[in-house]
């Protein structure tokens, strides 16, 4: 007798219905709770990157449902001691079948990573644990961590392997290659020089900011170097720079340093952004009576110049505040009499999430409008014009990321108790100028690549190499990037750098302060100026 079609379907239904062992229908809902993090040094940054990493691998598998992070910071934060019987708790609140925790350990170079999965239901909990060598070799354990997670929960084998993930796409901009081995710039089409090169001796420490001008009317450029702690004015000869003069904080830290003679007297100011008991309380030095002396404190902004389309540099300034970090219009300051006063606003509103450190103006397309040019939080740069209306319009958001700092205003404690507050980030400054005499500038920007876990650290701790790129915009259109050129990379961070004939010999130069030894886990690290001569 012929079976009908549900007598067939019926019993394959029932087959597969007494098949759990390959767990086709099994989902288990997974939390990841707040790492932490055992070393001599800190490395707060990396508690984040961990449950990012380890929850995005484990979210891939389509029989993981990840509890929210916010779910998970309802119930545990990243002050609470977790424990066996807290994890197993706190997972029946969050109705997770399975709750991961653990610690990762960094001393000297080896690193090691301690976790336990528990299961809800029963309270079994599973230890793991892997080791390697080196900061770099964090990714690979947390990668083997979501394997032995899912195998601890039983879902390896009810589990396909899960779907290739797409490469992130390679930036379009291509890469412009050299054209001799010995040459400076990297440049698209044109044979470039041999560059000349001097190189200061190292000192010890990450400093901040470079900057040079004629500070005393000697004919000569006087550079200023910025730590933490001190400002260092030294005079710049043909091998590198000697020092002149060095003025240490008294109290907090400095974070910025511009240079400008705001009140016209022939003498330029240097000015420099300061935060002492958590407000801004910024300085200002310049040369009187053939000495260096601070001749205003106190200044309650923290403060930058900007030259607006080639109109002339003017000081602007930002509020700081603890829960708000930079906030508020920017000012225009400048020096009177004894002191530094609130001018007027300037005369630019920013685009929402653009603060005082991380933009620049200027006319990018030639048509006598100013653009400007920002970088995000993930380092992306976007171009933003004026529409018919007066308002911000983004134009153009870059493919490849550019900047990349370690300058951060830290604050103690959220007023809560329960989080650390949101540091502020200062990122290095931008520069524009018509180099390649085309009557349009061109914007010049850093680009450090981050070590470490990678831009998969919400705050990178330490940047392998960094290098300098010139970018045009086409002639048409606001469409896409060109790249003019880039430096060599070199090893280390870029903390700052600028463009100028720093020896007044006509040649222009690209003068950058870079610090090396941020990836070590112990020891100093150590910062030197270098300078290059450019051909264009």
């Given amino acids: ?41 800190n490395m707060d940054f990396v508690k984040g990157a961990i449950v990012d990493m380890l929850s995005s691998r484990l979210g891939a598998h389509q029989s993981v449902e990840m509890i929210r992070p916010d779910a998970v910071k309802g119930v545990v934060s990243e002050k609470t001691e977790v424990t066996d ?76 392997p899960p779907p290739a993930m797409a490469e992130t796409p390679k ?18 089409r044109e044979e470039t020089q041999k560059s000349v090169l001097w190189k200061s ?3 010890e420490g990450l400093f901040k900011s470079v900057l040079a001008d004629d500070l005393d009317k000697d004919g000569s450029k006087e550079a200023v170097l910025l730590s933490g702690k001190s400002i260092i004015i030294s005079r710049v000869k043909p091998d590198g720079i000697e020092t002149i003069k060095e003025i240490k ?59 607006v389309d080639g109109k ?16 508020g219009p920017l000012r225009v300051l400048e020096k009177k009499g004894g002191g530094v006063v609130d001018k007027a606003a300037f005369d630019m509103i920013l685009p929402g999430r653009v603060d005082i450190f991380d933009f620049d ?37 870059s493919v490849d990321f550019y900047g990349g700092t370690l300058n951060y205003i830290r604050f103690s404690e959220a007023s809560s108790g329960a989080t650390e507050a949101e540091p502020v980030v200062i990122e290095g400054r931008f520069f524009h100028a018509d180099l390649n005499k085309d009557g349009v500038p061109e914007l010049i920007i850093k680009k450090n690549t981050p070590g470490g876990l990678g831009r998969a650290a919400e705050r990178p701790a330490f940047f392998k190499s960094g290098e300098i790129i010139s970018l045009s915009f086409d002639e ?27 020896d007044g010999d006509g040649s222009t130069e690209i003068i950058m302060l870079i610090v090396e030894g941020m990836e070590k886990i112990f020891g100093t690290p150590k910062s030197y100026v270098l300078s290059h001569k450019i051909s264009l």
């Fill in 85 to 160: 019987a807290v994890a197993l708790e706190a997972g029946k609140k969050l109705k997770a079948d399975y709750v991961v925790y653990g610690s990762l350990t960094v001393l000297g170079t080896a690193v090691s990573l301690d976790a336990k999965v528990v299961e809800s239901e029963t309270g079994r909990a599973t230890a793991l644990y892997s080791k390697a060598d080196g900061l770099g070799s964090i990714i690979g354990l947390v990668d083997k961590l979501s394997k032995d997670t899912l195998a601890a929960s039983g879902l390896v084998a009810a589990l396909p």
């Fill in 249 to 307: 904080a008294s109290g907090g830290e400095f974070f910025s340093a511009s240079v400008i003679d705001s009140d016209k007297d022939g003498f330029p100011e240097i000015y420099i952004s300061k935060v002492e008991d958590e407000k801004a309380a910024s300085l200002a030095v310049e040369f009187r009576d053939n000495d260096y002396k601070v001749i205003a404190k106190d200044i309650p902004f923290l403060v930058r110049t900007i030259d």
């Fill in 361 to 397: 103006a200027v006319d990018l397309t030639g048509d006598n409008e100013p653009e400007i040019a920002a970088l995000d939080e993930r380092g992306y740069l976007h171009i933003y014009r004026k529409s018919k209306e007066g308002k911000w319009e983004e134009a153009l958001k």
């Fill in 1 to 41: 007798m012929k079976k009908s079609f549900f007598g067939y379907i019926i019993p394959a239904c029932l087959v597969l219905l007494l098949l759990p062992s390959y767990g086709w229908s099994k989902t288990a809902k997974i939390a990841v709770f707040p790492w932490k993090v055992n070393s001599a040094e």
């Fill in 171 to 188: 930036p379009m901009l291509i890469k412009p290659q050299a054209e001799k081995d010995d040459s400076f710039l990297i440049k698209p």
């Fill in 312 to 327: 002339g540099a003017v000081l602007i300034g930002q509020r700081l505040r603890k829960g708000d970090g930079l906030y």
């Fill in 476 to 502: 048409k259109a606001l469409g896409s990037l060109v790249e003019n050129w880039r430096t060599k990379a070199a090893g280390g961070y870029i903390a700052d750098f600028f463009v100028d004939d720093l």
């Fill in 201 to 203: 001796a190292p000192v």
